[in-house]
């Protein structure tokens, strides 16, 4: 990664955020042809790397106002029960469940135009020579990946979603209605499968790619929800153990031993994807909604511990660690440095700021740009765990189970081996290990779904509400395509 990439990145948006504009909508305007891009097979490349800015956020070259799917918190976390205000607040209607088609909607034009910028390169491509046919391949399965992260980033906020696959060229866009959250995860499956097949070696090229270990682990994350949510079951739960499988083979893949390298340490041996980030190359990742800023936190006699930043644009001071995510760990766990620090005025104990994210600090200010973490080798264990709990082969969800719990120091799970009980320590294993990476308001919907929890009692602010699970559509795309249906509940 470098400037030029990321130069480059912003050209190809500046193309395609004027192609599918409007997308689903009665009329679009692209600028995307085969005359005005697609002229060789050097061009196919570049353009997939241009997809990628979708999952991380705005660049510093390039249009400013492209929503990261990755870096997205608003939909992985805040409706969640990880997070509390800290010095001011910047939660949205979704920590608060006050969601309505009017306030806290979602909006997925920025999310389709991702997908259809997949389904141009995969309609374009075939025509094509090019004079290495593993070049080819892999072109062709990262846009199958991507497509299919999109569409599975889509139902589990929305459900059911408008399954778009044709490229979109011209004004000519349909208006298309919401197609069953099933049928949409059996396109993903097909799109993986495909990927995994076309991908020309096991091995991971690049940490901010993807490759075939990350489509084997992204097919295994859609298997688990498949199972849960969309009544699945064991054949499911099956198919995510053969594909996580899968990427235990993939050589150079471990466990970091320090907990703190996991989200520190750039594209580390713990990495399976990441959508990375670079002060000089893009804006701030979500977790400097989490940093202090100095003045906020004037007087903190542990001030130096604490991840602060001189400015208010760099610190946000906004989210600090909730007492309830706190209590999950024990005490003498190691990953707890890691995860929060909290801020002591004399003997008063204040903030619990949140450190797994701190970024860098340069000589004019802290910068949030750790990477965002797509997926990592503890998650793998974590999600082999639950797949094993789902057909209640409970000793060998214990096993997987283990191997994130030593490595934080805390020993093996002594609890009671029964399903449910194993669940929920694998629920709140995942809520130690995973903390503050945009995961876990879908590992709550997911284990509410199974029967372990019922996040309505289990989330401090959804107690006492009936909001739906899933999003509703913003007025304005409802208004913009007849087809479409409200999310039930709303």
């Keep these: 990664m470098n400037k030029l990439f990321l130069l480059t990145i912003g050209c190809l948006l500046l193309l395609m955020t004027t192609s599918c504009d409007k997308l689903l909508e009665t009329k679009n305007e692209s600028s995307i042809t085969d005359a005005d891009y697609f002229k060789s097979e050097n061009d196919f490349d570049p353009y997939v790397v241009g997809i990628?800015?979708?999952m991380r956020g705005s660049a510093k070259t390039g249009p400013q106002n492209v929503t990261g799917i990755a870096n997205n918190i608003t939909y992985g976390t805040e409706r969640g029960e990880e997070l509390v205000s800290a010095l001011n607040s910047r939660f949205t209607n979704?920590?608060?469940?006050?969601?309505?088609?009017t306030s806290g909607a979602?909006?997925?034009?920025?999310?389709y135009k991702a997908i259809g910028s997949c389904n141009l390169v995969l309609a374009k491509i075939d025509k094509f020579t090019f004079t290495s046919e593993s070049t080819k391949k892999r072109v062709m399965a990262e846009a199958y990946s991507l497509r299919a992260y999109v569409y599975f980033s889509l139902i589990r906020i929305i459900g059911d979603a408008p399954l778009m696959l044709d490229a979109i060229t011209d004004e000519n866009v349909p208006q298309l209605p919401r197609s069953k959250a099933t049928d949409v995860m059996k396109q993903i499956i097909a799109d993986l499968d495909?990927?995994?097949?076309?991908?020309?070696d096991k091995t991971i090229p690049s940490k901010y790619r993807f490759s075939y270990a990350s489509a084997q682990t992204l097919k295994a994350d859609a298997k688990l929800w498949?199972?849960?949510?969309?009544?699945g079951g064991a054949n499911d739960f099956n198919d995510a153990i053969t594909a996580l499988a899968e990427v235990e083979k993939i050589s150079g893949l471990s466990l970091r031993t320090d907990f703190k390298e996991v989200t520190t340490s750039r594209a580390n041996s713990e990495i399976i994807i990441a959508a990375y980030f670079n002060r000089d190359e893009c804006a701030a990742n979500y977790g400097l909604n989490a940093l202090p800023y100095e003045t906020g936190i004037a007087g903190a006699t542990n001030k130096d511990s604490l991840p602060f930043c001189i400015t208010t644009s760099n610190g946000q001071g906004a989210y600090q660690i909730s007492a309830k995510s706190k209590a999950l760990f024990p005490s003498g766990d190691k990953r707890i440095p890691f995860t929060w620090v909290t801020e002591r005025q004399g003997s008063t104990l204040k903030i619990s700021w949140i450190t797994k994210l701190p970024g860098n600090k340069y000589?004019?200010?802290?910068?949030?740009?750790?990477?965002?973490i797509v997926y990592r080798l503890g998650e793998i264990y974590l999600m082999e765990a639950e797949a094993y709990a789902g057909i209640s082969n409970t000793t060998k969800a214990?096993?997987?189970?283990?191997?994130t719990r030593n490595r934080a120091g805390i020993g093996n799970y002594a609890g009671a081996t029964d399903k449910v009980s194993v669940e929920k320590e694998i629920l709140d294993?995942?809520?130690?290990?995973l903390f503050f990476e945009n995961k876990r308001w879908f590992d709550l919907v997911r284990f509410h779904k199974g029967g372990t929890i019922d996040v309505y009692t289990y989330v401090p602010n959804l107690v006492g509400k009936t909001t739906p699970l899933f999003w509703p559509l913003a007025a304005n795309v409802m208004a913009n395509n007849g087809q479409l249906l409200q999310t039930d509940g709303y």
């Design 429 to 433: 294993e995942r809520g130690r290990e």
């Design 226 to 231: 498949s199972a849960k949510v969309l009544g």
């Design 52 to 54: 990628y800015m979708y």
């Design 94 to 101: 979704a920590w608060t469940h006050n969601i309505s088609p």
């Design 363 to 372: 000589a004019d200010d802290r910068v949030s740009d750790n990477d965002i």
């Design 398 to 403: 214990i096993d997987y189970l283990n191997k």
């Design 106 to 111: 979602f909006d997925y034009t920025t999310w």
């Design 194 to 200: 495909q990927a995994i097949s076309l991908f020309p």
